[in-house]
T-cell receptor, first 113, second 113 residues
Framework: QKEVEQNSGPLSVPEGAIASLNCTYS??????FFWYRQYSGKSPELIMF????GDKEDGRFTAQLNKASQYVSLLIRDSQPSDSATYLC?????????????FGKGTLLTVNP | DADVTQTPRNRITKTGKRIMLECSQT?????MYWYRQDPGLGLRLIYY???????NKGEISDGYSVSRQAQAKFSLSLESAIPNQTALYFC????????????FGPGTRLTVL
């Protein structure tokens, strides 16, 4: 079983719609969860992180975490063409292993004008 | 000015050549990382360093070496480059006192012919 799994996409949504990006992880000991955005040929850029079950909102972005289901998602409201990118989910175990980020392979999002 | 810089940004070299990729940061972070990214394989950790005297192998360290010259500088060397080391290389930093969230440099695109 892959440690961090994401649907590779592409996920295509119209401008103004809600984009929903999903990620599952295999290690129940995982404690911290990160979403990065990566434009083609560019470096990953941190969007947000979440530690606790539930929702965390930051502007148009909402991260949702369900540790019982080992599932984390990212919702993008009012999607814009500039949101078109690959979204990487990353997980770490926290504590003394904070350094070890395991990345999913990413989901390609396309927002159509 | 960028917080994390990488040089060179692009490099084409030949099989068997020695090459060094450099990373510098002004974020004041104690931890630094080298990743490579390949299409379909995602981001993989090569080496990481918790401080100047601490160097650790990641999941794919064979064929690579590193040097942490100062808290702000972390270099990656390919002693004898081979074509399957063609990839996008990223340096990242994190602050162990602040949840170890990782921030990435702009990347180096390396091609080994």
């Amino acid at each position: 079983q892959k440690e961090v799994e994401q649907n590779s996409g592409p996920l295509s949504v119209p401008e103004g719609a809600i984009a929903s990006l999903n990620c599952t992880y295999s290690d129940r000991g995982s404690q911290s969860f990160f979403w990065y955005r990566q434009y083609s040929g560019k470096s990953p850029e941190l969007i947000m992180f979440i530690y606790s079950n539930g929702d965390k909102e930051d502007g148009r972005f909402t991260a949702q975490l369900n540790k019982a289901s080992q599932y984390v998602s990212l919702l993008i409201r009012d999607s814009q063409p500039s949101d078109s990118a690959t979204y990487l989910c990353a997980v770490n175990k926290g504590g003394g292993s904070n350094y070890k980020l395991t990345f999913g392979k990413g989901t390609l999002l396309t927002v159509n004008p | 000015d960028a917080d994390v810089t990488q040089t060179p940004r692009n490099r084409i070299t030949k099989t068997g050549k020695r090459i060094m990729l450099e990373c510098s940061q002004t974020k004041g972070h104690d931890r630094m990382y080298w990743y490579r990214q390949d299409p379909g394989l995602g981001l993989r950790l090569i080496y990481y360093s918790f401080d100047v005297k601490d160097i650790n192998k990641g999941e794919i360290s064979d064929g690579y070496s590193v040097s942490r010259q100062a808290q702000a500088k972390f270099s990656l060397s390919l002693e004898s480059a081979i074509p399957n080391q063609t990839a996008l290389y990223f340096c990242a930093t994190s602050d162990s006192r602040a949840a170890d969230t990782q921030y990435f440099g702009p990347g180096t695109r390396l091609t080994v012919l």
